[in-house]
Every structure is written in structure tokens, then in C-alpha cells.
């Protein structure tokens, strides 16, 4: 389709305004990053980045390399150069949606109309303004796990920008490959959301008019499989015993079983009941109409009616990009992490953005003069005001809880420990501040669910001789475990605080588990005078969690967040007895 308005020769921004415009964006979460780690997965991501190891199925080689390159950073720790690149990553995203914007508006504008160029990208940079004050981008941009959605998010923003351009430039192949090239690539990264946007590809090769068919078709095939080729980076890897690595996945059916996802294979029902899909709608509704600025969610809407009414093919174009996306994200999660939904939704913010740009483009040309300056004036005030207030809620400049859980739980370890970790809020922080700060070298640190697989037995004893020589003279699991209580003071056996995994095997170990601090630690026997404090330590565990809810300055933390205070409340409880 054409462009059907004009522009009129009044000038337009200088280019200097669009490199400051997003340097201040960017100061903006400066403002607000974390130092270090948050109470998410962003502490083994960054180890594994850091190193170039495996992280947690499906791998995420993507994540790994690009954010290899992002630790090569001078400038603070591995952690923050993440947090800095999950940021980059955001502005990067936005960039590709204003351009696809522009492309947007030159598209809807009003047949006949002359419109000065300077609205069109006065409306642009208050979209800028709107995307970085939606809370769940905003949220994701301080944060190293955050890379892996807002890779995802710019995918999502620049697969959008290649197919309006490839619309504008009808007879050009270098859109379309560069499209499926990334595709490949992005596999590499998440691809339980990737492969929801094949149907978008489908649908873009066959609007287009080729030809050539076969040579198209085999073109297009080789640069996806180029892309998808960085998978090859977890085998090779995994050879050469890197850490952390979460499987082994040298042989076929190991990457298949780190690909596939295996250890949370059987989460995530197909089927659930009607309470689940019920919550799960009203969360996303509730992200949909309460982390964006208020109202934005029917100028998306509004956007996209305009779509079908003017523009029929792109209507279906970016109705296969969102909507696979945000149906999957509503049917198939596990309902534990039924908190995680804002970090899904983050691939889609791009989408929404760009199709509520269309609706506020067409009302401020219905304006027109002093009205649409006003106009302008107006969503630019609102948009800055929700952007403070955001801030202000999500503000980790000052979040050091999950890095200092770790510090406390490594100096409460003796000499020597063998320390076995459940849960991600010990095995996250632990896994960074052993692998990449080398805090605590003579720890032996082993995340429990390795241990049943015989490559986590393999790192275990990779981590100390004596260990692994003890392992190996058996095969079987529960003979393995006992085996790890022989070491005298050479190497005490310590678990954190939750018992889920290894519980049934635990229990029939020849000892009893004795609560130090932050940990357990094996004994023979029981200590005189432990019964007691056992017998109080199970009745003060009902009852941990009472009151702490008055202590949160705004909302309810993350589970993971959850989990670390009440921790500390055992200890400080223990302590008063």
C-alpha cells in the first residue's frame, strides 16, 4: 500500500535528539538497576555467561555467548554487566519499534494530509516514553535473567520491523532471510516461545510474491539452519567439563534430554481445570490493563480495529505474531509460577506498543493544530508520571538481599564442606559467588539434583579426589549418598534448609540432620540438648511466615524473596531461644 499522506518541509528533529533521547532512557534505569544479583535465576545465568557453561534446560547457547561478550565489560561485576545488558537489550527492542513505527505512520496517515514531520517523531519519542514505563519491561531490564525475555522481546520487535520493510520493498529477498535467519537464532534461545511464531513466518512467505519458489525456499532454509546452528555450542562445551553445567549433553539422547526440557517434563498440563485458566486470564488482563499506562490497552486495541479496517494483511501479520504467544502463556504453565506471567508477556510489549502507536496517530491527526500539540503536551505528562511511579516500585538500586544470603550461608560452612543445595535461592547465589567471585575455594558445592543423574556425580568428584574415589567404588544411589558421611572433619556434609529432592534418600542415612544457621549439618548422633530446639524449630516453622506480610514496603515479594526472609527468620528465632 502506498503512502497517502505528505510530509510537510518544516524541519524534523536534528539526529543528535534520537542518540540523547536514548541515553537518557537508559540513565533512567541506571537509576533504578541492580548492583548485583536478584532472587531469580540471575545468578547461575551469569556463572554460566561468565564462564561459557551450560545454564538450566533448555540451555539458552544464545544467552550464554551474547552474554559472554556482555561480562567482557570493564566495568563492575559479571552480574551487573548483565543487568547493564538486559537493559541495552530493552533500548534495542525500542529502537526497531519506533522505525517500524514511523514506517506505521507514514502508512495510516489521512489521505491528502500535510502534517508537520516533527509530530510524527514528537509522537514517537513519547512512545519511547510509554514502553520504558510499562512495569513488566521495566522490570526485566534490571535483572541478568531478564536477558532471556528481552531477547525474546527483540526478536519479536525486530521480526515486525523486517516485515513492514519487506512490505515497503517489494521484490527484496534480504528482509525475508535476515527474518528466518533469526528465527534459527532465536530458537537458540527460548524456543517454547520461538516456535509459536512459525505460523508468522508461514504467513509472511506466503503474502509475499516470488518467482523463484525453490530457490527461495532453499535460501530460506539455509539461513535458518545457520542460525539454529548455535546449538551446536552445548556439546562442544560440555566436552571440555565446563561449570556450571547443568547436563552432559554429548551424545543425542543427553541433548535431547537438556533441549526438551526433561527435568520439568510432566509441570506443564495441557489440561488444566477452569479455576487455572481463569487466574491465569486475570493476571494477564491485570498486566495488560495495569503495567502499561492506564488506558494504553485500548489504544492497542483501537490500533489493531484500525489494522483490519485499513490494512488487512498486516492485520494478520501481527495477529500471528501476538496471538499464539499470549494463548500459550494463558493454557500451558506450571500453576506454581503462575508469577512468572509478567516475564512471558514481555515478548509481546513490542506488539502492543506499536499497534497502540497506530490508534494515537490517527486521533492526533483528527486533532490536527494547537489541539494536537495539546494532545502531544498531554500523553507526554501522563507518560512521564507513570513512569516515576514505576520507577519507584521497582527501583533495585538498593537490592543486595539475594547476593548477601549467599555471603551468610558460605561463612556459615566450615573448612572443607561438602555442601549439597536445594533450592534456587541457594543454588543460584552460591553457583555465581563460587564460580565467578572463587569466594570459598575449599567448598565442595553440588546442587542436589544433579546427583541423579551419574554426570552430577561426575562433577561432584571432579570438584576433590578423595570424593570421587569414595563415589565410584559404588553404583548405587542410596550407597553414594552414605558414602558422602564418611569423611569425618575432612569433609562435613552440610543440605540447605529445604528437603524435597533428596528427602526419602536422607532420611535413611545412619544419622540425624541438625539445623545450623542457614543449613543442616549431618551428625552421627544427636547433639545433648538438640531435641528441644528440633521439637521448637518445627512448631516456630508453622508459624514463620505470620506477620511478616506487614513488613514489605510495597506488595508482596517474589516466592524467591519470600523463601530468603523466612530463612532469616528461623535463624533469628533460633537464636532467641
Same mark, same amino acid.
Given at each position: 500500500?502506498?503512502?497517502?499522506?505528505?510530509?510537510?518541509?518544516?524541519?524534523?528533529?536534528?539526529?543528535?535528539?534520537?542518540?540523547?533521547?536514548?541515553?537518557?532512557?537508559?540513565?533512567?534505569?541506571?537509576?533504578?538497576?541492580?548492583?548485583?544479583?536478584?532472587?531469580?535465576?540471575?545468578?547461575?545465568?551469569?556463572?554460566?555467561?561468565?564462564?561459557?557453561?551450560?545454564?538450566?534446560?533448555?540451555?539458552?547457547?544464545?544467552?550464554?555467548?551474547?552474554?559472554?561478550?556482555?561480562?567482557?565489560?570493564?566495568?563492575?561485576?559479571?552480574?551487573?554487566?548483565?543487568?547493564?545488558?538486559?537493559?541495552?537489550?530493552?533500548?534495542?527492542?525500542?529502537?526497531?519499534?519506533?522505525?517500524?513505527?514511523?514506517?506505521?505512520?507514514?502508512?495510516?496517515?489521512?489521505?491528502?494530509?500535510?502534517?508537520?514531520?516533527?509530530?510524527?517523531?514528537?509522537?514517537?519519542?513519547?512512545?519511547?516514553?510509554?514502553?520504558?514505563?510499562?512495569?513488566?519491561?521495566?522490570?526485566?531490564?534490571?535483572?541478568?535473567?531478564?536477558?532471556?525475555?528481552?531477547?525474546?522481546?527483540?526478536?519479536?520487535?525486530?521480526?515486525?520491523?523486517?516485515?513492514?520493510?519487506?512490505?515497503?520493498?517489494?521484490?527484496?529477498?534480504?528482509?525475508?532471510?535476515?527474518?528466518?535467519?533469526?528465527?534459527?537464532?532465536?530458537?537458540?534461545?527460548?524456543?517454547?516461545?520461538?516456535?509459536?511464531?512459525?505460523?508468522?513466518?508461514?504467513?509472511?512467505?506466503?503474502?509475499?510474491?516470488?518467482?523463484?519458489?525453490?530457490?527461495?525456499?532453499?535460501?530460506?532454509?539455509?539461513?535458518? =539452519?545457520? &542460525?539454529?546452528?548455535?546449538? @551446536? #555450542? %552445548?556439546?562442544?562445551? /560440555?566436552? *571440555?567439563?565446563?561449570?556450571?553445567?547443568?547436563?552432559?549433553?554429548?551424545?543425542?539422547?543427553?541433548?535431547?534430554?537438556?533441549?526438551?526440557?526433561?527435568?520439568?517434563?510432566?509441570?506443564?498440563?495441557?489440561?488444566?481445570?477452569?479455576?487455572?485458566?481463569?487466574?491465569?486470564?486475570?493476571?494477564?488482563?491485570?498486566?495488560?490493563?495495569?503495567?502499561?499506562?492506564?488506558?494504553?490497552?485500548?489504544?492497542?486495541?483501537?490500533?489493531?480495529?484500525?489494522?483490519?479496517?485499513?490494512?488487512?494483511?498486516?492485520?494478520?501479520?501481527?495477529?500471528?505474531?501476538?496471538?499464539?504467544?499470549?494463548?500459550?502463556?494463558?493454557?500451558?504453565?506450571?500453576?506454581?509460577?503462575?508469577?512468572?506471567?509478567?516475564?512471558?508477556?514481555?515478548?509481546?510489549?513490542?506488539?502492543?506498543?506499536?499497534?497502540?502507536?497506530?490508534?494515537?496517530?490517527?486521533?492526533?491527526?483528527? =486533532?490536527? &493544530?494547537?489541539?494536537?500539540? @495539546? #494532545? %502531544?503536551?498531554?500523553? /507526554?505528562? *501522563?507518560?512521564?508520571?507513570?513512569?516515576?511511579?514505576?520507577?519507584?516500585?521497582?527501583?533495585?538500586?538498593?537490592?543486595?538481599?539475594?547476593?548477601?544470603?549467599?555471603?551468610?550461608?558460605?561463612?556459615?560452612?566450615?573448612?572443607?564442606?561438602?555442601?549439597?543445595?536445594?533450592?534456587?535461592?541457594?543454588?543460584?547465589?552460591?553457583?555465581?559467588?563460587?564460580?565467578?567471585?572463587?569466594?570459598?575455594?575449599?567448598?565442595?558445592?553440588?546442587?542436589?539434583?544433579?546427583?541423579?543423574?551419574?554426570?552430577?556425580?561426575?562433577?561432584?568428584?571432579?570438584?576433590?579426589?578423595?570424593?570421587?574415589?569414595?563415589?565410584?567404588?559404588?553404583?548405587?544411589?542410596?550407597?553414594?549418598?552414605?558414602?558422602?558421611?564418611?569423611?569425618?572433619?575432612?569433609?562435613?556434609?552440610?543440605?540447605?534448609?529445604?528437603?524435597?529432592?533428596?528427602?526419602?534418600?536422607?532420611?535413611?542415612?545412619? &544419622?540425624?540432620?541438625?539445623?545450623?544457621? %542457614?543449613?543442616?549439618?549431618?551428625?552421627?548422633?544427636?547433639?545433648?540438648?538438640?531435641?528441644?530446639?528440633?521439637?521448637?524449630?518445627?512448631?516456630?516453622?508453622?508459624?514463620?511466615?505470620?506477620?511478616?506480610?506487614?513488613?514489605?514496603?510495597?506488595?508482596?515479594?517474589?516466592?524467591?524473596?519470600?523463601?530468603?526472609?523466612?530463612?532469616?527468620?528461623?535463624?533469628?528465632?533460633?537464636?532467641?531461644?
Amino acid at each position: 500500500m502506498p503512502f497517502t499522506g505528505k510530509l510537510e518541509k518544516t524541519p524534523r528533529f536534528p539526529f543528535w535528539v534520537w542518540p540523547i533521547y536514548f541515553l537518557l532512557l537508559w540513565q533512567i534505569l541506571l537509576w533504578a538497576e541492580n548492583p548485583g544479583l536478584m532472587s531469580d535465576d540471575s545468578g547461575e545465568m551469569a556463572a554460566a555467561a561468565f564462564n561459557l557453561g551450560l545454564s538450566h534446560p533448555p540451555g539458552y547457547p544464545l544467552f550464554d555467548l551474547a552474554g559472554h561478550l556482555a561480562c567482557q565489560l570493564p566495568l563492575g561485576t559479571a552480574v551487573y554487566r548483565l543487568n547493564l545488558f538486559s537493559g541495552f537489550l530493552v533500548l534495542l527492542s525500542l529502537f526497531f519499534t519506533l522505525d517500524a513505527a514511523r514506517q506505521m505512520g507514514n502508512r495510516f496517515s489521512r489521505p491528502g494530509s500535510r502534517r508537520p514531520a516533527w509530530r510524527l517523531e514528537a509522537l514517537l519519542a513519547v512512545m519511547g516514553l510509554v514502553f520504558i514505563s510499562c512495569r513488566i519491561v521495566f522490570a526485566q531490564s534490571l535483572t541478568a535473567k531478564g536477558c532471556v525475555y528481552t531477547l525474546t522481546l527483540l526478536y519479536a520487535s525486530v521480526a515486525a520491523w523486517l516485515y513492514l520493510s519487506d512490505r515497503n520493498s517489494p521484490g527484496r529477498q534480504s528482509y525475508w532471510l535476515l527474518g528466518c535467519f533469526l528465527e534459527g537464532v532465536g530458537l537458540a534461545n527460548h524456543w517454547q516461545t520461538q516456535l509459536l511464531w512459525v505460523p508468522f513466518l508461514v504467513l509472511w512467505f506466503f503474502q509475499r510474491d516470488y518467482l523463484w519458489w525453490s530457490r527461495t525456499v532453499l535460501l530460506s532454509l539455509f539461513s535458518f =539452519l545457520i &542460525g539454529l546452528s548455535l546449538y @551446536l #555450542y %552445548l556439546p562442544l562445551r /560440555a566436552q *571440555l567439563d565446563c561449570r556450571p553445567s547443568w547436563g552432559y549433553p554429548i551424545n543425542l539422547p543427553l541433548f535431547y534430554w537438556v533441549v526438551s526440557r526433561s527435568p520439568f517434563a510432566g509441570m506443564e498440563h495441557w489440561v488444566q481445570t477452569g479455576a487455572f485458566y481463569l487466574k491465569s486470564l486475570r493476571e494477564m488482563l491485570r498486566v495488560c490493563f495495569f503495567d502499561w499506562i492506564p488506558g494504553f490497552a485500548f489504544f492497542s486495541l483501537a490500533g489493531m480495529a484500525l489494522l483490519w479496517k485499513k490494512e488487512r494483511d498486516l492485520f494478520w501479520g501481527f495477529f500471528a505474531l501476538f496471538v499464539p504467544v499470549f494463548s500459550a502463556i494463558l493454557v500451558v504453565h506450571e500453576e506454581m509460577n503462575i508469577y512468572l506471567i509478567p516475564a512471558y508477556m514481555v515478548s509481546l510489549t513490542g506488539l502492543v506498543l506499536l499497534s497502540g502507536f497506530v490508534a494515537a496517530w490517527r486521533i492526533g491527526e483528527s =486533532l490536527g &493544530g494547537r489541539r494536537a500539540v @495539546l #494532545y %502531544l503536551g498531554i500523553l /507526554a505528562l *501522563l507518560s512521564t508520571g507513570w513512569l516515576s511511579h514505576v520507577f519507584r516500585l521497582e527501583d533495585k538500586s538498593r537490592y543486595t538481599l539475594a547476593g548477601d544470603f549467599g555471603t551468610n550461608v558460605l561463612q556459615n560452612l566450615p573448612k572443607g564442606a561438602l555442601f549439597l543445595a536445594e533450592g534456587d535461592h541457594y543454588v543460584m547465589p552460591l553457583t555465581y559467588q563460587l564460580l565467578v567471585e572463587s569466594r570459598r575455594d575449599d567448598i565442595v558445592f553440588e546442587p542436589s539434583i544433579f546427583l541423579f543423574h551419574g554426570w552430577g556425580w561426575k562433577q561432584l568428584g571432579d570438584q576433590s579426589g578423595d570424593i570421587g574415589k569414595r563415589v565410584a567404588s559404588s553404583s548405587l544411589f542410596q550407597d553414594r549418598l552414605n558414602a558422602l558421611t564418611r569423611f569425618e572433619g575432612v569433609h562435613p556434609l552440610y543440605y540447605s534448609l529445604g528437603r524435597k529432592d533428596l528427602k526419602p534418600a536422607l532420611d535413611k542415612m545412619p &544419622g540425624v540432620w541438625v539445623p545450623r544457621g %542457614l543449613v543442616y549439618a549431618w551428625e552421627r548422633r544427636m547433639p545433648p540438648g538438640q531435641a528441644k530446639s528440633s521439637q521448637a524449630s518445627r512448631v516456630i516453622g508453622m508459624e514463620r511466615m505470620r506477620g511478616l506480610d506487614m513488613n514489605w514496603a510495597s506488595g508482596e515479594p517474589d516466592p524467591s524473596s519470600q523463601q530468603i526472609y523466612r530463612y532469616y527468620v528461623d535463624q533469628l528465632t533460633a537464636l532467641k531461644q
